[in-house]
T-cell receptor, first 113, second 111 residues
Framework: GQQLNQSPQSMFIQEGEDVSMNCTSSSIFNTWLWYKQDPGEGPVLLIALYKAGELTSNGRLTAQFGTTRKDSFLNISASIPSDVGIYFCAGIPGAGSWGKLQFGAGTQVVVTP | GAGVSQSPSNKVTEKGKDVELRCDPISGHTALYWYRQRLGQGLEFLIYFQGNSAPDKSGLPSDRFSAERTGESVSTLTIQRTQQEDSAVYLC?????????FGPGTRLTVL
């Protein structure tokens, strides 16, 4: 079953606001990933983090790999309507390969004009 | 197209029937994965194929679930004697080495 706790479950924000979400685990992960899923589509990779403490940006998105290796967060700055969707964290535990991703339950983001 | 494709996009079946779901990965991708996504939840790993190695079946929930892959191309996920709890979106992903590229999924509804 899932070992990743993702919060919040949903967020309703106004256009232009910043968004923060996080993911925690009871066990260590060596890789953290953040995906976005639009309705009727598969998830698309946004950011991949490979080292504890790593802070990586992709446009208005910033994600960090927690120093304990048990958490990660994603920030979206200055949200726009197309940011609507479900954001998932995913991780690769221990020394595992990319084969066995574990996913959080997702954060539903709704952006109002 | 250049992406992962899945068929059918939607499947409605009666409890007890068998279903087959198909995945066409991106050409040249050696790894192929199947995940299940229940409503409002994250993705649940089912099975993983890597080249000619024996597949990792550790995520299959019961012996009613099986999957095959022909070489490094098409894969079929089969669910026998479907149950209502099998209703979900089944997602396929392929990968050359690391990042997984997902298909749009097959929405399975078991009545």
């Amino acid at each position: 079953g899932q070992q990743l706790n993702q919060s919040p479950q949903s967020m309703f924000i106004q256009e232009g606001e910043d968004v923060s979400m996080n993911c925690t685990s009871s066990s260590i992960f060596n890789t953290w990933l953040w995906y976005k899923q639009d309705p009727g589509e598969g998830p698309v990779l946004l950011i991949a983090l490979y080292k504890a403490g790593e802070l990586t940006s992709n446009g208005r998105l910033t994600a960090q790999f927690g120093t304990t290796r048990k958490d990660s967060f994603l920030n979206i700055s200055a949200s726009i309507p197309s940011d609507v969707g479900i954001y998932f964290c995913a991780g690769i535990p221990g020394a595992g390969s990319w084969g066995k991703l574990q996913f959080g339950a997702g954060t539903q983001v709704v952006v109002t004009p | 197209g250049a992406g992962v494709s899945q068929s059918p996009s939607n499947k409605v079946t009666e409890k007890g029937k068998d279903v087959e779901l198909r995945c066409d990965p991106i050409s040249g991708h050696t790894a192929l994965y199947w995940y299940r996504q229940r409503l409002g939840q994250g993705l649940e790993f089912l099975i993983y194929f890597q080249g000619n190695s024996a597949p990792d079946k550790s995520g299959l929930p019961s012996d009613r679930f099986s999957a095959e892959r022909t070489g490094e191309s098409v894969s079929t996920l089969t669910i026998q004697r479907t149950q209502q709890e099998d209703s979900a979106v089944y997602l396929c992903a392929s990968s050359p080495t690391g990042e997984q590229f997902f298909g749009p999924g097959t929405r399975l509804t078991v009545l």
